[in-house]
């Protein structure tokens, strides 16, 4: 029994009429017809019910397909594997995020996943005190982050995502809170929290936070628990105001702020199949393209 011969009675006993049987499979109806009465002469019985009015499963249809289906199922999820494999995209990649929310990332993998079913996507959150650690030790394969990144060693895909940038403040505790917006002269960088840098190379992408003079923070949660305390301030993008709409925290605009970028970056030495998928994927939900390659 051939794949088309297969997929052929799969589908009509889905649809349970010939014409959109057909149309499923961009044959013609008398071509379904032609393909289910031959596997019935090679079964030795009918597997369908046949009227004017109606197509159903006979016992020894109903039988027959429900041994066949998930065999064909696994048999399609083998071969899926395998091209996976010989393509370097099935396994796990690990992707990470720092600066940005996850909500980034899970459109991404909604679109990378349901192409490549056979490569699992783990998600991981970084620290601010560590950007690249995790990239140049191979713990992520690739990071979602700010931009811009002038780092050697690392490639970096297109910008994906540019958001306007607002300061987290407590909306009780501090000078700037109840404003509309805020200017960059109204700032005062001893309480903009810093990012503690364990050894790693200048950070150009947090815009104010360089030079920032505040208490260190490690973490995007941290500075927000921070800021609603009325410790001091933290810019964040527009996907953070929008989706940390806590009680203690007050987002506002910072009016002359240079916008803030995010894409994706990964070691240029371990750039792989999987890796140029996933900024493919990355693309298409943000920018509605598919980078060439080279």
């Known amino acids: ?3 088309h011969e297969i997929e052929t009675v799969l589908t009509l006993a889905e649809e349970l009429h010939f014409g959109r049987t057909a149309e499923r499979l961009l044959i013609s109806t008398g071509r379904v017809s032609h393909l289910v009465k031959k596997i019935e002469r090679e079964v030795g019985a009918p597997l369908f019910e046949r009227t004017s009015r109606q197509v159903r499963l006979t016992p020894l249809g109903r039988q027959f397909l429900d041994g066949l289906a998930p065999a064909y199922r696994e048999l399609q999820e083998q071969v899926s594997r395998a091209k996976a494999a010989a393509r370097g995209i099935g396994g796990t990649l690990r992707a990470g995020f720092l600066g940005v929310t996850s909500q980034h990332l899970l459109e991404v993998m909604d ?3 349901a192409r490549h079913p056979e490569c699992e996507v783990q998600l991981r959150e970084l620290q601010y005190g560590e950007p690249f650690g995790p990239l140049r030790r191979d713990e992520i394969d690739v990071l979602l982050t700010w931009f811009p990144i ?3 060693d690392l490639a970096t895909g297109p910008v994906l995502v540019t958001e306007a940038m607002h300061l987290a403040v ?5 000078r700037l809170s109840g404003r509309d917006g805020v200017h960059l002269a109204d700032l005062d960088r001893r309480e903009i929290f810093s990012l503690p840098y364990a050894g790693e190379p200048a950070w150009t992408g947090a815009h104010l936070l360089d030079g920032a003079e505040g208490q260190p923070i490690h973490s995007l949660q941290e500075a927000l628990s921070l800021s609603s ?10 996907a953070v105001a929008d989706l940390f709409t806590c009680v203690g925290i007050e987002y506002v605009p910072i009016r002359d702020a240079p916008a803030l970028s995010f894409g994706l970056v990964w070691r240029a030495a371990a750039e792989t199949n999987r890796v140029r998928a996933f900024n493919e994927a990355a693309c298409e939900v943000f920018l509605h393209d598919v980078p060439l390659a080279g």
């Open 1 to 3: 029994m051939e794949r």
């Open 111 to 113: 679109v990378f996943c």
């Open 150 to 152: 002038e780092e050697p």
């Open 170 to 174: 407590s909306p009780t505790r501090h």
């Open 229 to 238: 305390a009325g410790l001091g301030v933290f810019p964040v993008g527009a």
